[in-house]
């Protein structure tokens, strides 16, 4: 399910980054490609078969952990979808953004120590070290969508454009190495 995640979602990020950097001239080509990973990410965590045992009063596997993580970035691409597509209000994608900013720094910490520490070995496949470093990106590209959007702050446009950019390209670069296996911990 990561390594779906971690191709998947810089495809959003990218587009979004070329809209930050001013060079998209139409925008329902953001919202369209963005609607579209909503839409995988969302239909992935539900149908992926993920049980979430903390309903119960069991702790949590890996699994639900990321299943929770997964659902709140493509939250995130459905509003990036909503704003670009609908002419929602931007602002409601920046207040979203802090949220998520704050939570995906709560998973750099459950990824590079809790998941090793908190899980059963045996127990799923999760790369936690890429898994721990794109979600340090992604909190960082969320808190400058925040800063961006919420208040606003047009100065920071092009910061947050190259941020998201390399953001992307390092999260694709996860995927990678978790696909070919290498592990970098």
């Not at 969302?42 to 299943?67: C, K, N, Q, R, T």
């Not at 090793?116 to 721990?132: T, Y």
């Amino acid at each position: 399910m990561e390594v779906i995640f971690l191709i998947v979602l810089p495809a959003v990020l990218w587009a979004q980054s070329w809209y930050f950097l001013d060079l998209y001239t139409n925008t329902r080509t953001l919202g369209m490609i963005a609607a579209a990973v909503a839409i995988l990410l969302g239909g992935m965590v539900i149908f992926g078969g993920g049980s979430f045992p903390a309903l119960h009063g069991e702790p949590a596997d890996v699994s639900a952990v990321l299943g929770a993580f997964i659902a709140l970035w493509a939250i995130y691409a459905a509003i990036v979808a909503a704003v670009h597509l609908g002419g929602f209000d931007e602002r409601t994608l920046g207040l979203y953004s802090l949220f998520l900013a704050v939570v995906s720094v709560l998973y750099v910490v459950y990824f590079f120590a809790g998941g090793e520490i908190l899980s059963d070995p045996s127990e799923g496949n999760v790369a936690h070290w890429p898994m721990g470093i794109a979600s340090l990106g992604l909190a960082v590209v969320a808190g400058l969508a925040f800063f961006y959007h919420a208040p606003p702050f047009p100065r920071i446009r092009h910061v947050a454009g190259w941020a998201t950019l390399v953001v992307s390209v390092l999260t694709v670069v996860m995927g990678g190495l978790v696909i070919l296996g290498i592990r970098i911990n």
